[in-house]
């Protein structure tokens, strides 16, 4: 009757049993088991098949040879051509083609995938969501022009819960569309069935081609012929990696030729959930009744379990290898495994719990310790009081380079340089004691005598006397000894990263600085010379070879250097640094003389005479090295450097190979800074004034337009040269707010003049760099919005060599500034390259001539010759003509005789404040309005004036003055 009522109560466990599992299953918990136990039979059946599957990789060596990445689309039509000579069973490139890309290479692809072919081509296309808010799903996929002779084909990877990709959807139902994969090619499958990927297959199944190797043509046809050619990223750079098992990762491309391998040789069929069921209630009935047999036993019950185990296993592989049909494992064997539990603890008797649960809770302790102290990395000793080891773990076995019974008995001492001594062995305890609490930073040395450093820190423990110990005394100290020599490794590391150019490998500013502090401060008189080396030309290399080549310079540059200062250096005496760009710093400590200073600057600007050859190309580049000395012309490191660079910019300026510091130069400097940022403020609050200088019609005679020009006086410095101020701006970006604040000035004081009855049209000087700024044109457009006046009010003046920059560019602006209907004239002609080219292609009304030729013309023959046929020309090209500088009635009636149409300078007036200037304007108009138009002088009027030349009579010296 009990034996009834134990296998009644045997088969409610065994019902449990099945509940549990069964409930597992459905929530997906015994997956990882299953997954566990697949992976190990591909693991252990991993072998390589006939595959007539060829991968072209796109891998490193392809992205090294071309060089690129993402590749023209006509590499990829490339590649069709060669394949499509080979006649392949199909084609899948796992490309993404949906970007528009150059036209030129989408059609050549374009045309490649349209050729008439005899085999499939397939493109990829792939899904995901729009973005993390937006859970639209948004399909990616070739582009039309791509799709015509093409199947599309879909990419998404199907990740387990554990993100690894064990299957492969056959199709994917997408926005209403069922779109397949590449994996079926023949449609063995039914739609949207997850296939089980064998990766038994080694990947080395498969036969693999570098992406460059088929498109150069260096792979023989024979190899494609026949054969499904799957085309993708399989460098590791692409990260086209999909995470797998056994693999870790693999590329998708080679992920997809693994599913696809595995339905083409027949992948396993999944039975249904009723059917496992099934099967998991037959394996439970079985082990059940074998585990409650009357000879039931545990030992036999083990016996049981390992037959039950292999079965399940069997089976598995049986069905799965012979009549592709998956069967599950994990939860057969999981059931089978909890019966074995339940009947091995129910045949355990009430003491034996008893039994168990004492010896666990006495050892538990001790394994706990023992097990920490044995797996520890770090060296763990226990010494008496006499500095004898009495125990030792494997690490410091490890650490002192033998093995642990070598270390017993052994003095701690011999193996720590710290705790080494000749006094008697309770000395040994002392030092030990002394350390209790602390850590120290020390030399350890190994049985074979090699030192190294440690750190150690030692504990004081009481245990009670042990004859295994060998000791008379309970005091023990416990060593932990921990190997710094990687740690030490790394902070030279990080301090030579901190102290060094990471390009160049030389010492960096912070190393310059301290080098320059130790110097300045040792010896009874301490002297050194602060080399600044700046390149020239570097900044054009950089742009337009790229900062790669540029690096290789640099490079280049610092080992010419370095060469040239080996002497200095390698004895000490010197030091090379490399601070930042193209900037180089090199320190001279005491040297002999000046003339020793100077020899050695010009040994450095030497040494980069020599062309230097990168990529193929000879590239010069030159420097300007600034010299400042200590105590000669700084007192300490910093000013040292700013007085170097002071005087680097002075033989940069000068064109000249080296400078020494001069203190001129850095008062000129310092009132340059100061200007600049005083200029800011000054343009903020309005200190900044123009003045008006009025041109006059030669011909009428009345005072048509005038020239605005800046002045500021300086609440400290007083009068500021607008020479001085304005090349400041033009270095900075002030020129800008500058020429703003003067536009938006000269507008308004037109439109004052004009509600006065006054109309004049003013002329502003523009910078050079506003030709060159794109959107200077809107911002004149605000500003002649906001001012109320024409455009034709306004003229700008622009010099010659303003168009060298880029004249394409400026070219550019300076149209869309004529669109405006902003009259445009050139200043200062005959002083700049004069490209007759450039007066004919630009929108300009006007010529000015410059001042240097006006002022001559009198006593200089060749000045005249220069007016005269100045005039002729511009007249020819239907330009006006304004002449500076202008000092006396002769010249001016010169210039009219020759044909100028406009005069300026001190022969009628120098530039007056806006209120005075408007006076005199409304002054002379009115007297010359009285007095009439003044008839011009002929030609006649001026022959016979002591150096007069007659240009007509005299056509050679005429040529010769153009020449010049």
Same mark, same amino acid.
């Given at each position: 009757?009990?034996?009834?009522?134990?296998?009644?109560?045997?088969?409610?466990?065994?019902?449990?049993?099945? &509940?549990?599992?069964?409930? *597992?299953?459905?929530?997906?918990?015994?997956?990882?088991?299953?997954?566990?136990?697949?992976?190990?039979?591909?693991?252990?059946?991993?072998?390589?098949?006939?595959?007539?599957?060829?991968?072209?990789?796109?891998?490193?060596? +392809?992205?090294?040879?071309?060089?690129?990445?993402?590749?023209?689309?006509?590499?990829?039509?490339? $590649? %069709?051509?060669?394949?499509?000579?080979? +006649?392949?069973?199909?084609?899948?490139?796992?490309?993404?083609?949906?970007?528009?890309?150059?036209?030129?290479?989408?059609?050549?692809?374009?045309?490649?995938?349209?050729?008439?072919?005899?085999?499939?081509?397939?493109?990829?296309?792939?899904?995901?969501?729009?973005?993390?808010?937006?859970?639209?799903?948004?399909?990616?996929?070739?582009?039309?022009?791509?799709?015509?002779?093409?199947?599309?084909?879909?990419?998404?990877?199907?990740?387990?819960?554990?993100?690894?990709?064990?299957?492969?959807?056959?199709?994917?139902?997408?926005?209403? +569309?069922?779109?397949?994969?590449? #994996?079926?090619?023949?449609?063995?499958?039914?739609?949207?069935?997850?296939?089980?990927?064998?990766?038994?297959?080694?990947?080395?199944?498969?036969?693999?081609?570098?992406?460059?190797?088929?498109? =150069?043509?260096?792979?023989?046809?024979?190899?494609?012929?026949?054969?499904?050619?799957?085309?993708?990223?399989?460098?590791?750079?692409?990260?086209?990696?999909?995470?797998? /098992?056994?693999?870790?990762?693999?590329? !998708?491309?080679?992920?997809?030729?693994?599913?696809?391998?595995?339905?083409?040789?027949?992948?396993?069929?999944?039975?249904?959930?009723?059917?496992?069921?099934?099967?998991?209630?037959?394996?439970?009935?079985?082990?059940?009744?074998?585990?409650?047999?009357?000879?039931?036993?545990?030992?036999?019950?083990?016996?049981?379990?390992?037959?039950?185990?292999?079965?399940?296993?069997?089976?598995?592989?049986?069905?799965?290898?012979?009549?592709?049909?998956?069967?599950?494992?994990?939860? /057969?064997?999981?059931?089978?495994?909890?019966?074995?539990?339940?009947?091995?603890? +129910?045949?355990?008797?009430?003491?034996?719990?008893?039994? *168990?649960?004492?010896?666990?809770?006495?050892?538990?302790?001790?394994?706990?310790?023992?097990?920490?102290?044995?797996?520890?990395?770090?060296? #763990?000793?226990?010494?008496?009081?006499?500095?004898?080891?009495?125990?030792?773990?494997?690490?410091?076995?490890?650490?002192?380079?033998?093995?642990?019974?070598?270390?017993?008995?052994?003095?701690?001492?011999?193996?720590?340089?710290?705790?080494?001594?000749?006094?008697?062995?309770?000395?040994?305890?002392?030092?030990?004691?002394?350390?209790?609490?602390?850590?120290?930073?020390?030399?350890?040395?190994?049985?074979?005598?090699?030192?190294?450093?440690?750190?150690?820190?030692?504990?004081?423990?009481?245990?009670?006397?042990?004859?295994?110990?060998?000791?008379?005394?309970?005091?023990?100290?416990?060593?932990?000894?921990?190997?710094?020599?990687?740690?030490?490794?790394?902070?030279?590391?990080?301090?030579?990263?901190?102290?060094?150019?990471?390009?160049?490998?030389?010492?960096?500013?912070?190393?310059?600085?301290?080098?320059?502090?130790?110097?300045?401060?040792?010896?009874?008189?301490?002297?050194?010379?602060? %080399?600044?080396?700046?390149?020239?030309?570097?900044?054009?290399?950089?742009?337009?070879?790229?900062?790669?080549?540029?690096?290789?310079?640099?490079?280049?540059?610092?080992?010419?250097?370095?060469?040239?200062?080996?002497?200095?250096?390698?004895?000490?005496?010197?030091?090379? &640094?490399?601070?930042?760009?193209?900037?180089?710093?090199?320190?001279?400590?005491?040297?002999?003389?000046?003339?020793?200073?100077?020899?050695?600057?010009?040994? %450095?600007?030497?040494?980069?005479?020599? /062309?230097?050859?990168?990529? !193929?190309?000879?590239?010069?580049?030159?420097?300007?090295?600034?010299?400042?000395?200590?105590?000669?012309?700084?007192?300490?490191?910093?000013?040292?450097?700013?007085?170097?660079?002071?005087?680097?910019?002075? &033989?940069?300026?000068?064109?000249?190979?080296?400078?020494?510091?001069?203190?001129?130069?850095?008062?000129?400097?310092?009132?340059?800074?100061?200007?600049?940022?005083?200029?800011?403020?000054?343009?903020?609050?309005?200190?900044?004034?123009?003045?008006?200088?009025?041109?006059?019609?030669?011909?009428?005679?009345?005072?048509?337009?005038?020239?605005?020009?800046?002045?500021?006086?300086?609440?400290?410095?007083?009068?500021?040269?607008?020479?001085?101020?304005?090349?400041?701006?033009?270095?900075?970006?002030?020129?800008?707010?500058?020429?703003?604040?003067?536009?938006?000035?000269? $507008?308004?004081?037109?439109?004052?003049?004009?509600?006065?009855?006054?109309?004049?049209?003013?002329?502003?000087?523009?910078?050079?760099? $506003?030709?060159?700024?794109?959107?200077?044109?809107?911002?004149?457009? =605000?500003? %002649?919005?906001?001012? !109320?006046?024409?455009?034709?009010?306004?003229?700008?003046?622009?010099? =010659?060599?303003?168009?060298?920059?880029?004249?394409?560019?400026?070219?550019?602006?300076?149209?869309?500034?004529?669109?405006?209907?902003?009259?445009?004239?050139?200043?200062?002609?005959?002083?700049?390259?004069?490209?007759?080219?450039?007066?004919?292609?630009?929108?300009?009304?006007?010529?000015?001539?410059?001042?240097?030729?006006?002022?001559?013309?009198?006593?200089?023959?060749?000045?005249?010759?220069?007016?005269?046929?100045?005039?002729?020309?511009?007249?020819?090209?239907?330009?006006?003509?304004?002449?500076?500088?202008?000092?006396?009635?002769?010249?001016?009636?010169?210039?009219?005789?020759?044909?100028?149409?406009?005069?300026?300078?001190?022969?009628?007036?120098?530039?007056?404040?806006?209120?005075?200037?408007?006076?005199?304007?409304?002054?002379?108009?009115?007297?010359? $309005?009285?007095?009439?138009?003044?008839?011009?002088?002929?030609?006649?009027?001026?022959?016979?004036?002591?150096?007069?030349?007659?240009?007509?009579?005299? &056509?050679?010296?005429?040529?010769?003055?153009?020449?010049?």
């Amino acid at each position: 009757m009990t034996r009834l009522s134990r296998r009644r109560g045997w088969w409610v466990i065994a019902l449990a049993v099945f &509940a549990v599992v069964a409930g *597992l299953r459905a929530i997906g918990q015994l997956q990882p088991l299953e997954n566990a136990f697949t992976d190990l039979r591909a693991r252990g059946s991993m072998h390589e098949v006939r595959s007539d599957i060829v991968i072209v990789g796109i891998d490193a060596h +392809s992205l090294q040879a071309l060089d690129q990445w993402p590749w023209p689309r006509r590499y990829h039509a490339g $590649l %069709l051509d060669q394949l499509a000579k080979a +006649s392949p069973h199909s084609v899948f490139i796992d490309v993404d083609f949906s970007a528009l890309t150059n036209p030129l290479d989408d059609a050549l692809l374009e045309s490649a995938l349209n050729k008439p072919r005899d085999f499939p081509v397939k493109l990829p296309a792939f899904f995901q969501t729009a973005s993390g808010t937006d859970q639209r799903v948004v399909v990616t996929e070739p582009r039309p022009r791509f799709a015509r002779r093409t199947e599309r084909v879909m990419v998404n990877a199907l990740p387990g819960r554990d993100g690894l990709t064990r299957t492969w959807r056959t199709s994917w139902d997408v926005l209403g +569309s069922r779109e397949p994969s590449v #994996i079926d090619r023949e449609r063995r499958l039914p739609d949207g069935y997850d296939v089980r990927i064998d990766f038994s297959i080694a990947p080395g199944s498969f036969s693999y081609v570098s992406f460059v190797d088929v498109l =150069e043509g260096r792979v023989p046809r024979e190899m494609f012929t026949g054969k499904n050619v799957f085309v993708g990223a399989t460098a590791l750079e692409l990260n086209d990696m999909i995470p797998v /098992p056994l693999h870790r990762s693999l590329p !998708g491309v080679v992920v997809q030729a693994l599913a696809a391998e595995t339905v083409q040789r027949g992948a396993p069929r999944v039975l249904p959930g009723s059917a496992e069921l099934g099967l998991l209630a037959m394996w439970v009935l079985l082990a059940a009744f074998s585990f409650t047999t009357r000879s039931a036993r545990w030992l036999r019950n083990l016996a049981v379990l390992g037959l039950a185990l292999t079965g399940i296993t069997a089976a598995s592989l049986y069905f799965s290898n012979s009549q592709g049909v998956w069967l599950e494992v994990a939860g /057969p064997a999981l059931a089978v495994g909890l019966l074995f539990i339940a009947s091995v603890v +129910s045949s355990l008797e009430t003491q034996n719990w008893r039994a *168990l649960t004492y010896a666990f809770g006495m050892r538990r302790r001790d394994a706990l310790l023992k097990s920490i102290v044995q797996s520890s990395t770090d060296c #763990i000793v226990c010494v008496d009081e006499s500095g004898i080891i009495k125990t030792a773990n494997p690490a410091a076995a490890r650490l002192f380079d033998c093995p642990v019974y070598e270390l017993v008995d052994e003095p701690i001492a011999k193996f720590i340089t710290l705790l080494a001594g000749n006094d008697d062995e309770h000395g040994a305890g002392a030092r030990l004691g002394a350390l209790h609490g602390v850590i120290r930073e020390c030399d350890a040395r190994t049985a074979r005598g090699d030192v190294f450093p440690v750190e150690i820190s030692v504990s004081r423990v009481r245990a009670p006397s042990s004859a295994d110990l060998k000791t008379e005394t309970n005091r023990l100290f416990t060593a932990i000894v921990r190997d710094i020599r990687e740690r030490r490794a790394q902070q030279r590391r990080l301090q030579h990263q901190a102290t060094h150019d990471s390009l160049t490998a030389l010492p960096n500013r912070a190393a310059l600085l301290t080098h320059l502090e130790y110097s300045l401060a040792t010896g009874p008189a301490p002297s050194a010379a602060l %080399l600044m080396l700046d390149l020239c030309r570097f900044k054009e290399v950089n742009d337009t070879l790229g900062h790669n080549i540029g690096d290789r310079v640099l490079c280049d540059v610092a080992q010419r250097f370095a060469q040239t200062l080996s002497e200095q250096v390698v004895s000490g005496k010197g030091l090379i &640094a490399r601070i930042g760009g193209d900037e180089f710093t090199v320190v001279l400590d005491a040297p002999e003389s000046a003339e020793y200073i100077a020899a050695t600057s010009q040994k %450095l600007a030497d040494c980069l005479r020599t /062309p230097i050859d990168v990529a !193929g190309i000879s590239i010069e580049v030159g420097v300007s090295i600034g010299i400042a000395r200590f105590p000669q012309d700084a007192g300490d490191a910093q000013a040292l450097l700013r007085h170097a660079d002071v005087a680097m910019y002075v &033989a940069k300026r000068r064109g000249a190979a080296y400078e020494f510091y001069d203190p001129a130069y850095d008062e000129n400097t310092v009132r340059k800074l100061a200007i600049g940022g005083e200029l800011r403020s000054a343009i903020a609050g309005n200190q900044l004034e123009l003045h008006y200088q009025p041109q006059v019609n030669l011909r009428s005679g009345l005072v048509e337009s005038c020239e605005a020009l800046l002045r500021w006086m300086h609440p400290k410095q007083g009068a500021v040269s607008p020479a001085e101020f304005i090349a400041i701006a033009e270095s900075t970006d002030l020129i800008r707010p500058l020429t703003e604040h003067t536009l938006s000035v000269a $507008l308004t004081q037109v439109r004052a003049w004009r509600d006065r009855g006054v109309h004049l049209r003013v002329a502003v000087n523009l910078s050079a760099r $506003l030709l060159q700024d794109t959107a200077f044109p809107g911002r004149l457009a =605000e500003l %002649l919005g906001a001012s !109320g006046v024409s455009a034709a009010s306004l003229e700008l003046e622009i010099t =010659e060599s303003a168009m060298m920059l880029d004249p394409a560019r400026a070219l550019r602006v300076i149209r869309e500034i004529d669109k405006l209907g902003v009259l445009i004239s050139i200043d200062d002609f005959g002083t700049g390259y004069s490209s007759l080219g450039y007066l004919r292609d630009l929108p300009v009304k006007a010529l000015k001539l410059d001042k240097s030729f006006v002022m001559g013309m009198r006593n200089n023959g060749d000045d005249r010759v220069i007016v005269e046929s100045t005039a002729r020309m511009a007249h020819a090209l239907k330009l006006e003509l304004v002449a500076e500088g202008v000092e006396n009635d002769w010249d001016a009636a010169f210039l009219k005789a020759a044909g100028y149409d406009f005069a300026q300078g001190f022969r009628y007036s120098p530039a007056l404040p806006a209120d005075r200037f408007m006076a005199w304007v409304v002054e002379y108009n009115a007297t010359a $309005l009285i007095s009439g138009p003044v008839e011009t002088p002929g030609h006649e009027d001026f022959t016979g004036m002591p150096g007069f030349i007659d240009c007509e009579d005299d &056509a050679e010296r005429a040529v010769q003055a153009r020449q010049r």
